[in-house]
């Protein structure tokens, strides 16, 4: 079992940064791809970024490629997803998600991804 708790999120304007945080407990991430979603209302759950067991590989969605950047601190064992030039249409719930797949790829399709988290919500306006 693995739990995932995502923090950060909140209200902004346009323009502005957040940093969102998924900290896991009952398992270490280390050796897991990882990844980032969100859900707007009416809107099926989509990729945003992922991030490979290693690190060393980043993956993006092309809506917010040079705007947000995926990282992990396997020590603190969480994962960040720091949003910048944020824009109204990036407005959604935004889950984290872990492949529990020993050195598997990030994925971008949800079903790929064994645990979530509850969810954060990030809202910009205009």
């Known amino acids: 079992q693995v739990q995932l708790v995502e923090s950060g999120g909140g209200l902004v304007q346009a323009g502005e940064s957040l940093r969102l945080s998924c900290a896991a407990s009952?398992?270490?991430?280390?050796?897991?791809?990882m990844g980032w979603f969100r859900q707007a209302p009416g809107k099926e759950r989509e990729f945003v970024a992922g991030?490979?067991?290693?690190?060393?590989?980043?993956y993006y969605a092309d809506s917010v490629k040079g705007r947000f950047t995926i990282s992990r601190d396997d020590a603190k064992n969480t994962v960040y997803l720091q949003m910048s030039s944020l824009k109204p249409e990036d407005t959604a719930v935004y889950y984290c998600a872990v492949r529990l797949r020993y050195y598997a790829s990030a994925s971008g399709r949800p079903d790929d991804y064994d645990y979530w988290g509850q969810g954060t919500q990030v809202t910009v306006s205009s």
């Open positions: 009952g398992r270490t991430l280390s050796g897991y791809s």
């Open positions: 991030i490979r067991w290693s690190g060393g590989s980043t």
